[in-house]
């Protein structure tokens, strides 16, 4: 026997208002806006109270909304682009050694320009045209 036309009717428009539901969800965590229930179905043009019975989408909205009050201001930052400890590591690692390579070259170029206002003096001093004196 075929199934009702309008438990069919009712199950599309369910999956239907279910994807729009999940695509504002993610348009808004791209953009960088908080994720909120109110901010979801204003986004999807559909109820908060319909939001609230889909269990899915509203511990989506609720993991989301925790990791922005998590991060603060920072929040403003979609999750699919947030950095990993292991990315902020090797940043950290690669800004010390650039760090230390530039101390070093400091250190030789401090040598370098005493040793030559050294020769520059002395060379005053043979001369005789010491600029102290």
Excluded: C
Excluded at 34 to 52: D, E, H
Excluded at 106 to 129: F, K, M, P, V
Aim: proline residues 5%; hydrophobic residues 40%.
């Amino acid at each position: 026997m075929r199934p009702d036309p309008l438990s069919e009717a009712a199950a599309r428009r369910h999956e239907l208002t279910r994807a729009r539901a999940v695509r504002a969800l993610r348009e808004l965590d791209r953009a960088g806006v908080p994720v909120t229930f109110a901010g979801v179905a204003k986004a999807a043009g559909i109820s908060r109270s319909w939001l609230y019975t889909q269990p899915d989408i509203g511990s989506q909205i609720r993991r989301l909304r925790q990791e922005t009050n998590a991060v603060g201001a920072a929040g403003a930052v979609p999750a699919d682009q947030r950095t990993t400890d292991a990315s902020l590591r090797a940043r950290l690692t690669t800004a010390l050694d650039r760090n230390k390579q530039l101390a070093d070259e400091n250190a030789r170029l401090r040598r370098q320009l005493a040793r030559a206002l050294g020769d520059q003096r002395s060379a005053w001093t043979r001369s005789g045209n010491d600029p102290r004196e």
